[in-house]
């Protein structure tokens, strides 16, 4: 139960709290008996004064032993025991009549008969009760002629003190009981979070990373919580692709991999002579080979664009030459499969600041979408310009086909790596493409803008910032 943060919050909590208790109880109980104190010492210092003076001013002309009685029966009503005391050191008046003819030792009428005020605190040297006294000298004309000494009992008064000190311990105790329950209750607060963060994440550990640590609050361990389930949605997102990009390179490995596999064995039951079915094997092997190696060279470019170290290496080129050379090298595709490409650009160069290995293969890319997505008897068209974006200007080559388009729920998402469209179950492909051509064209400082309507075709826009 206590350990680690419970044990130093709890502990820290009683160990301020205690010590501010005994400091506060400490000087409360000093302050309160040096008050009683001073208090009973003034009484008697007051009354010791007024029967001093009045021995002085009265009764001074004639001797100590016959006034003894005056004095005592004036002053009888007083609440404390007065004794007069003679220069020998005897007792010669008692107002409670238990000392008479004593002599006592007690340092304070020492003090009176030298002739000085004396005080004394202590026990009553036969009964053992708590006193405190005040001896003051008795003056005649001649001089000093003994001493009066006023004697209070201290046992009622120390009882009260010690109920007073009882009730402050127990309050103090009450106290420091109090806030260690509260601060138990307030460790916990912060505990308990502690402890569900733990088990959240012991079980992401172990591989469970549907898990998720769920707060509510806004406070550092809430945010740790989020963090933590942020942490975990990343994986599970890294997870998902992992799993997504080694079902979909798999399956595109295979169309390539068996056609060779089929046409090998094929040619090798194939006799020398049969000229036409060695020429087509061949041709489909040539053929496969390079979409395996177009397939292995698109996942390196990915992996390579992802990489921190990628930089993008802008020379000045003329982008239309660029484009014109893109179509040269997809016209014949286009042929094969009839479709009409078609290129609308002015013939005069036009400079940009553009890695132009990088723009060609987004050019191809998406040309190789247009392609693929858009039946014979099909268009496609390229045709460049200027726009504006937020008063900045940009070059733009728009690619147009009259293919089957893309649904509208997918437009978002056919940017992301590895996603396929549901119109491209029948076609190659892995899903990089659009994933590299956006960020190609990001990295440029540029937009790759996609519009779409099923049935009617697909509009895909470079922006390319002509400030750069
Ligand atoms: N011009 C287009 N017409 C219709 N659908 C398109 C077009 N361009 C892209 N798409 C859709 O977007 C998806 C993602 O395109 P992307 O180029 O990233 O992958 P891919 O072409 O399927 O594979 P890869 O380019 O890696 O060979 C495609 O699978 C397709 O569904
Ligand atoms: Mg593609």
Not at 365 to 378: E, M, P, W, Y
Not at 407 to 432: C, H, Q, T, V, W
Request: hydrophobic content about 40%; proline content about 2%.
């Amino acid at each position: 139960m206590f350990h680690g943060i419970r044990k130093r919050l709890v502990g820290t909590y009683l160990f301020i709290i205690i010590l501010t208790v005994v400091l506060i109880e400490a000087i409360m109980i000093g302050t309160i008996h040096h008050y009683y104190m001073t208090s009973i010492h003034s009484t008697l210092k007051n009354q010791a004064e007024v029967v001093s003076n009045f021995y002085t001013s009265y009764l001074s002309n004639t001797d100590i032993k016959s006034n003894t009685g005056k004095l005592l029966d004036n002053f009888s009503n007083l609440p404390v025991q007065i004794q007069i005391i003679n220069l020998k050191g005897e007792v010669i008046g008692d107002s409670l009549h238990t000392t008479f003819g004593e002599n006592l030792k007690y340092s304070d009428i020492k003090d009176a008969l030298a002739g000085n005020r004396g005080d004394f605190i202590g026990k009553d040297a036969v009964t053992g009760e708590s006193l405190m006294a005040y001896s003051i000298p008795l003056r005649s004309r001649e001089g000093i002629v003994g001493a009066a000494r006023f004697t209070t009992s201290l046992e009622l008064t120390n009882k009260t003190l010690r109920n007073i000190y009882l009730y402050l311990i127990l309050a103090g105790v009450g106290i420091i009981l109090l806030i260690f329950l509260i601060s138990l209750y307030l460790s916990n607060t912060i505990i308990n979070p502690i402890k569900k963060i733990t088990r959240v994440s012991e079980d992401m550990s172990k591989g469970n990373l549907s898990v998720r640590a769920d707060m509510g609050t806004n406070d550092e361990i809430g945010l740790l919580a989020r963090t933590l389930n942020h942490m975990a949605d990343e994986i599970q997102k890294t997870e998902t692709l992992k799993n997504e990009f080694i079902s979909s390179i798999s399956h595109e490995l295979r169309t390539p991999l068996t056609s060779i596999k089929g046409w090998t064995m094929t040619l090798a039951d194939t006799k020398p002579e049969e000229h036409e079915i060695i020429r087509r094997g061949v041709y489909i092997i040539n053929l496969e080979t390079d979409r395996l190696t177009e397939m292995v060279e698109e996942l390196l470019d990915f992996s390579r664009i992802q990489g921190a170290q990628f930089r993008i290496q802008k020379e000045e080129a003329d982008i239309h030459k660029l484009i014109s050379e893109v179509y040269e090298q997809m016209k014949q595709r286009a042929l094969r499969q009839g479709i009409k490409l078609e290129i609308d650009i002015v013939e005069k160069p036009r400079y940009l600041q553009i890695d132009t290995k990088r723009i060609k293969q987004v050019l191809i890319n998406l040309l190789d979408n247009s392609l693929k997505f858009t039946a014979a008897g099909g268009n496609i068209k390229l045709s460049t310009g200027t726009c504006f974006i937020k008063e900045e200007e940009f070059f733009y080559i728009n690619i147009l086909d009259t293919g089957c388009g893309i649904s509208p729920d997918e437009l978002n998402l056919i940017k992301g790596r590895f996603y396929r469209g549901k119109n491209a179950s029948n076609m190659s492909g892995i899903g990089l493409g659009l994933s590299i051509s956006s960020g190609l064209v990001k990295s440029h400082g540029g937009i790759l803008d996609i519009q779409s309507e099923t049935g009617k075709g697909t509009s895909v826009t470079v922006k390319l910032p002509l400030k750069s």
